[in-house]
């Protein structure tokens, strides 16, 4: 038989100290054995010193934590300690009751640290306890109670923060994904303590009425079964009792200071020893008051000389130290102000940036490869419009757009970078998409833009300029001749609202560019939790993720909304098994949109009206129809071509003087190719084929396309 050749792994008492869930599992069986069973005297000594070692452990950790939410275990902890402290007050009850005896601890209590005389520990006992229940618990019920609402009111403030600086680029995904835990983290431990501090507050109450039952219980055991005097009774069974009550008074008054403290510390970032160390020295002249005042209390007749001068000297003696050490500070770095820095700072910073940058080379180059979807460049006279000290909601609105365009296209813009940019002109802006500027425009802080969309014949006292969305003209005016513009049916908004709506419209031309794969397929995975039949049967087994991303952006580029996800992939679903192209898939897509489709193209009245072509021009054009596996094109001769491009041209100014949208009505199959063809010409050109109108909606002829002849 082949012996084990796995080497044994030596006892380590570090791993040992590891095994958390152990330790915890044997503390609860062991507290609830304590309620249970009988416990020898000698056990009872080591358990009254666990108890107080882990209340001593406890408040250490909490003066060297650095966040008070960093020690998130404290509510369950504290739990158990209180569950551990109240069984050893039960099984000492059961000692002392039984046998006149609970172990050398608790006589220790009773008789060395009161003297023997029970009226003196009755009376330390219950300082203890009103310290205890009416100081230090009453108090720290009170702020976990009012830290906890605060921070739960202004949770949904530091989330919408948290966004605000992820829209500008100041954390990316995974520091604001540890941001927002952190947060919850923060508002899931003030709200537990605020329950915790009811454990402190009820331990100190039954401490009280523990230590009357055994007085009266021992005193009835020692006269009865004891057959003692009514003296020595009361005396032998008091002392013990008392001497129980103040071994655990005294880890429950330690556990209740350290709960105390804990939520006392919501502003200290740093272990409290420092921090309050930092604090006190920082002014020197408070320590030379307080010596000069000591220093005059000593000379009192009456009071005590020696203590009052002993600690006048030490506290100016700290006072002179400690102005020195900052007289010596502020000389030491004037000096180094003069001298440009020092020549020991002028060594020793190229080789700590050395070291810096060779230990963080591969995150900064790993960062250059990172590309921002959308990214809007200002110029330094715009930075205040992004900045909140200065009541600027630039951040806010951004985030809007985002929260706007999700609802209403069905499509999650990443986040949105703010940056500032000085090759700008000074009150310029950009838009970038993938590092390539799609947009710009110009703003002038604190004034208003004023549109004139009512053709009023009044003119207003400003700066000319266009509107940089639909290139409108407008003025720039002052705030006093705002009102005066709004008399007269002008558009006035500010320069904040004009780079948000420039933004809006470029993120909705451009969104078929911003949808990824990676985005796709989160709409999917969320999709998948509502309609998983949906997703599961066309994908992967008929087409893939970037099939089905090149179909949605062929919705997006028409600015089609896509909210009714399920419905595009069902009607996807009906014809993927015959078709791959993903053209003619997004054409058959379109049957799930409906009316969408058509309806912002119908009058009051139901009615369509657009430009419709002669069916002897749509022959001509689908001669030119040239389809692949991936795509439908167009090619047409260049005379058919500008034939086509002339009419277009006289008729839509036809259809944009009587305030119609731009509309051309043609057969199914031409419709997506002719489209792309004539969409570089006519950007805002809409086109619908007979399939996407609605059977009882009316199409009204504005004008016809000829052949050429």
Partial sequence: MAADSRPSQPFSLGRLIRQGDL?????????VLLLILPVPALLIDMLLAVSIALALLMLLVVLYVESPSDFSGFPSLLLFITLFRLALNIATTRLILRDGYAGHIIDAFGNFVVGGKYIVGIVVFAMLAMINFIVITKGAGRIAEVAARFTLDSLPGKQMAIDAELNAGVLNEAEARAKRRKVEQEADFYGSMDGASKFVRGDAIVAILMMLVNIIGGFAMGMSDKHLSVTESLKQYTLLSIGDGLVSQVPALITSMAAAMLVTRAA???????????????????????????????LVPGLPFTPFMLLAAASGAVGYHLRKASTLQKSTVRASARSGGGASTTQSAPEGDAASSSSKAPEKLESLLAVDTLQIELGYGLVSLADARKGGDLLERVTGVRKTFAGDIGVIVPPIRLRDNLNLGANDYRFLLKGNSIAQGTLMPGYWLAMNATNSRTVLKGVPTVEPVFQLPATWITDPERKHAEMHGYTVVDAASVLVTHLSEVVKRNCHEILTRQDVQNLLDNLKVTNPTVVNELIPSQLTVGQIQRILQNLLAEGLSIRNLAGVLEKIGDYAPTCKNPDELSEHARKALGAQLAKPFQNEGGAIRGITMDPKLEQQLATGLRQTANEITMMLDPRLARHVVDQLGRHLQGLLAAGQPPLVICAPQLRLAFRRFFDSTFADLAVLSYADIPARADVQSTAILTPLD
């Fill in 268 to 298: 200290s970032k740093n272990n409290l020893g420092d921090e309050l160390g930092n604090q006190l020295t920082t002014y020197p002249r408070a320590f030379q008051m307080v010596s000069a005042m000591l220093g005059l209390l000593g």
């Fill in 23 to 31: 330790w915890m599992v044997l503390g609860v069986f062991g507290t």
